[in-house]
Nanobody, 124 residues
Framework: VQLQACGGGLVQAGGSLRLSCTASERTFSNYVVGWFRQAPGLEREFVAA????????SYADSVRGRFAISKDIAKNTVYLQMNSLKAEDTAVYYCGVTRAVYSSWSDTNMYYYWGQGTEVTVSS
């Protein structure tokens, strides 16, 4: 599965961005699609994930209530709507896919396809 992530940019604190993750060649069927982020000098961390079939979602505590993950079946795309952005949300955001069980959705090691990343910079 080839993934294309886009939608990053520069935004002021309190603003919003919507990231997109699209699969080429294949659909997301039978996968869980996750968003992770990596700030300079830090490890990649879980942000949110959604099961393509059924729509179960999971969020990191740091973004719950501010970010929303959703899917568009017709466009084979998963979105990450990011609201009330903070400076600490600054990072490169990656999307990935896994077939792991729910309890492992936040584990980067369980994801085996990744997009190229899209950079989000939040100015304070």
């Amino acid at each position: 599965v080839q993934l294309q992530a886009c939608g990053g940019g520069l935004v002021q604190a309190g603003g919003s961005l919507r990231l997109s993750c699209t699969a080429s060649e294949r659909t997301f069927s039978n996968y869980v699609v996750g968003w992770f982020r990596q700030a300079p000098g830090l490890e990649r961390e879980f942000v949110a994930a959604v099961r393509w079939s059924g729509g179960t979602t999971s969020y990191a505590d740091s973004v719950r209530g501010r970010f929303a993950i959703s899917k568009d079946i017709a466009k084979n795309t998963v979105y990450l709507q990011m609201n009330s952005l903070k400076a600490e949300d600054t990072a490169v955001y990656y999307c990935g896919v896994t077939r792991a069980v729910y309890s492992s959705w936040s584990d980067t090691n369980m994801y085996y396809y990744w997009g190229q990343g899209t950079e989000v910079t939040v100015s304070s």
